[in-house]
């Protein structure tokens, strides 16, 4: 993978916004004054264990307790969603009465003081609870490191750290809360989903991720829409689409405001039945949902077009990670300029996290259609991105790019991007990892991956180790 570019305090500000600003649905420009707030996600309790002795040879100051407590403390404010418990400190307190007292919690870290071989037992215990788990361990604090490979065990929801960057333990701690808030997730399928076998199970993903799957009719969200009072569809249009765009080219307004009416009916929606992803396999019919999903992701929220499960999924995770929205994109190859070509008519205005500025766009119709309305959002040169996509619930393909370009082909949807990749011949002749094949998965499947802003490489490979799924780099 690429090196992960961003920095410690850039990591911390995406993950605060990720759990505060970003999952309450709340904007930084004045868009939409009287837009509801989506319900905040709960507070994720992380119990704290220190392991080890402090001073003396090969194990921490003295004073590094109080100092760590101090730090988890400050970090506990900056995240707003994250509550430690415990401090207990193995050996002087049995592991067996700290297990006991961590089994209510919903995620696990461990601050190694001193460490030795014999630490094993007590390792296998802690992760033996079946939670996220984060292990952090300094240099000159013994050698225990020789074991982590063994007691990172395959199944174990392990992510372990060796070093002396104390803000690695933002990035750890903001991880963890990824996997208890999918578990607290709901994500409606509009017409049903579309993608992976397993994906596409409610009982599946439920039983692998925790997530609830919601499947709703088209007719549902149609008798939505007709209980919209329409001034309020008029003003929603008027004030976070028309006033805003650099141009408006196809759609005439009574289009624009229909869309509104869609976002307002599903917005309204989600905050009744607490969700926190939606799409819709009928989105380029009646209605056509691209300025919904767009808005819903520049909440903090996720829409997905064409009821690609695996993408909402994968969006769902990097919002919770990063704090970010994805492009869902049908990309082509240019080994000429060692690139993809990024495509799609549904794209965010605040790709960099909710509360960030608004991309210039222009409101289009859909390319493909021909109606519709859709977006022309111009992305910015120099930015670098993710692509990914979490396959059978199991496997994550990712790569890494850098924006080169943009363009307005007219065979192309409306949002278009070009990127730098490491090797678009590799990517050409083993697209989709070994894990997407045409026998069995459809041309949607295949194609679409979800693109981020950010170089977030070792943050999915961190995230593996927590939720147990492999990463595949695309194209290496």
């Given at each position: 993978?690429?090196?992960?570019?961003?920095?410690?305090?850039?990591?911390?500000?995406?993950?605060?916004?990720?759990?505060?600003?970003?999952?309450?649905?709340?904007?930084?420009?004045?868009?939409?004054?009287?837009?509801?707030?989506?319900?905040?996600?709960?507070?994720?309790?992380?119990?704290?264990?220190?392991?080890?002795?402090?001073?003396?040879?090969?194990?921490?100051?003295?004073?590094?307790?109080?100092?760590?407590?101090?730090?988890?403390?400050?970090?506990?404010?900056?995240?707003?969603?994250?509550?430690?418990?415990?401090?207990?400190?193995?050996?002087?307190?049995?592991?067996?009465?700290?297990?006991?007292?961590?089994?209510?919690?919903?995620?696990?870290?461990?601050?190694?003081?001193?460490?030795?071989?014999?630490?094993?037992?007590?390792?296998?215990?802690?992760?033996?609870?079946?939670?996220?788990?984060?292990?952090?361990?300094?240099?000159?604090?013994?050698?225990?490191?020789?074991?982590?490979?063994?007691?990172?065990?395959?199944?174990?929801?392990?992510?372990?750290?060796?070093?002396?960057?104390?803000?690695?333990?933002?990035?750890?701690?903001?991880?963890?809360?990824?996997?208890?808030?999918?578990?607290?997730?709901?994500?409606?399928?509009?017409?049903?989903?579309?993608?992976?076998?397993?994906?596409?199970?409610?009982?599946?993903?439920?039983?692998?991720?925790?997530?609830?799957?919601?499947?709703?009719?088209?007719?549902?969200?149609?008798?939505?829409?007709?209980?919209?009072?329409?001034?309020?569809?008029?003003?929603?249009?008027?004030?976070?689409?028309?006033?805003?765009?650099?141009?408006?080219?196809?759609?005439?307004?009574?289009?624009?405001?229909?869309?509104?009416?869609?976002?307002?009916?599903?917005?309204?929606?989600?905050?009744?039945?607490?969700?926190?992803?939606?799409?819709?396999?009928?989105?380029?019919?009646?209605?056509?949902?691209?300025?919904?999903?767009?808005?819903?992701?520049?909440?903090?929220?996720?829409?997905?077009?064409?009821?690609?499960?695996?993408?909402?999924?994968?969006?769902l995770m990097f919002a919770y990670a990063f704090g970010v929205p994805g492009f869902i994109?049908?990309?082509?190859?240019?080994?000429?300029?060692?690139?993809?070509?990024?495509?799609?008519?549904?794209?965010?205005?605040?790709?960099?996290?909710?509360?960030?500025?608004?991309?210039?766009?222009?409101?289009?119709?859909?390319?493909?259609?021909?109606?519709?309305?859709?977006?022309?959002?111009?992305?910015?040169?120099?930015?670098?991105?993710?692509?990914?996509?979490?396959?059978?619930?199991?496997?994550?393909?990712?790569?890494?790019?850098?924006?080169?370009?943009?363009?307005?082909?007219?065979?192309?949807?409306?949002?278009?991007?070009?990127?730098?990749?490491?090797?678009?011949?590799?990517?050409?002749?083993?697209?989709?990892?070994?894990?997407?094949?045409?026998?069995?998965?459809?041309?949607?499947?295949?194609?679409?991956?979800?693109?981020?802003?950010?170089?977030?490489?070792?943050?999915?490979?961190?995230?593996?180790?927590?939720?147990?799924?492999?990463?595949?780099?695309?194209?290496?």
């Open positions: 993978m690429s090196n992960f570019t961003l920095t410690r305090r850039e990591f911390l500000g995406t993950a605060a916004i990720a759990g505060g600003v970003l999952m309450a649905g709340r904007l930084a420009e004045a868009d939409a004054a009287e837009e509801p707030e989506f319900p905040p996600m709960p507070t994720v309790k992380i119990h704290k264990i220190f392991i080890g002795r402090t001073g003396g040879y090969m194990a921490r100051p003295t004073d590094e307790i109080q100092k760590l407590n101090d730090y988890l403390a400050g970090l506990e404010k900056k995240l707003g969603n994250v509550q430690f418990l415990g401090g207990e400190i193995v050996p002087k307190v049995k592991v067996d009465e700290v297990v006991g007292r961590a089994a209510d919690a919903d995620a696990i870290l461990i601050i190694y003081l001193s460490a030795h071989g014999g630490d094993a037992p007590i390792i296998d215990k802690i992760v033996g609870l079946d939670k996220p788990t984060a292990l952090f361990f300094q240099p000159f604090g013994g050698h225990g490191w020789m074991y982590f490979r063994e007691w990172k065990k395959p199944g174990s929801k392990l992510l372990i750290m060796s070093t002396s960057d104390w803000s690695r333990l933002d990035e750890a701690v903001a991880l963890l809360r990824v996997p208890v808030w999918m578990k607290q997730s709901r994500i409606i399928a509009i017409g049903g989903p579309r993608g992976t076998k397993p994906a596409c199970d409610p009982a599946e993903v439920k039983r692998k991720l925790g997530t609830d799957l919601l499947i709703y009719k088209n007719d549902q969200i149609l008798e939505l829409m007709k209980a919209i009072d329409p001034k309020a569809a008029e003003a929603e249009a008027k004030q976070y689409w028309i006033k805003k765009a650099k141009k408006i080219i196809e759609p005439p307004r009574e289009e624009i405001v229909n869309s509104s009416r869609m976002y307002l009916a599903i917005r309204d929606l989600m905050i009744r039945e607490k969700v926190q992803a939606v799409t819709s396999s009928h989105c380029m019919g009646n209605p056509r949902g691209c300025l919904t999903f767009s808005k819903l992701c520049d909440l903090g929220r996720v829409g997905a077009c064409e009821g690609d499960i695996d993408s909402t999924i994968t969006m994109t049908d990309p082509v190859v240019d080994v000429a300029k060692d690139a993809l070509i990024h495509f799609h008519c549904t794209s965010a205005t605040q790709m960099r996290g909710a509360g960030s500025k608004r991309l210039p766009f222009t409101i289009r119709d859909q390319t493909d259609t021909k109606g519709g309305v859709a977006l022309e959002v111009r992305y910015p040169i120099g930015q670098d991105v993710t692509c990914a996509k979490l396959i059978n619930l199991d496997a994550m393909l990712c790569s890494t790019g850098k924006i080169i370009g943009t363009s307005t082909d007219p065979n192309a949807c409306r949002t278009q991007f070009t990127t730098k990749v490491k090797n678009a011949q590799s990517m050409l002749m083993n697209w989709g990892g070994g894990v997407l094949n045409s026998k069995e998965h459809g041309t949607m499947t295949m194609l679409h991956r979800a693109v981020f802003f950010g170089d977030h490489s070792k943050g999915v490979e961190q995230l593996a180790n927590l939720m147990g799924f492999k990463v595949i780099e695309e194209g290496a």
